[in-house]
């Protein structure tokens, strides 16, 4: 009973990454959200990926100067970039 505990709180790495990249796309749930939380308080390398992946997100996302109508990336374009990204990080 007590390890089945402490798998619910204690996210790993792996899974606390999982669950910084779903909060760019969609809420989370309040359970999500609390295990996320309590993990970045004790590991600063997933708080440090965090603001690293909002930083990144920012700028793949935004729109260049001078061309609103057309974002940096986008569609196809990003899948296939976040799909590299991810597998260069041992995703």
């Not at 996302?61 to 899948?79: A, C, D, M, Y």
Request: one cysteine or more; proline letters at 4%; charged letters at 30%.
């Amino acid at each position: 009973m007590k390890k089945r505990f402490i798998h619910i709180i204690v996210l790993s790495c792996r899974k606390a990454t999982r669950l910084i990249e779903k909060k760019l796309h969609q809420r989370l749930s309040p359970r999500e959200r609390i295990q996320l939380s309590w993990h970045k308080s004790v590991c600063d390398a997933c708080t440090t990926y965090e603001k690293q992946v909002i930083f990144l997100d920012r700028i793949i996302t935004r729109e260049p100067i001078g061309i609103p109508e057309e974002p940096l990336f986008s569609g196809k374009n990003l899948e296939t970039l976040q799909e590299k990204i991810i597998l260069s990080i041992g995703g």
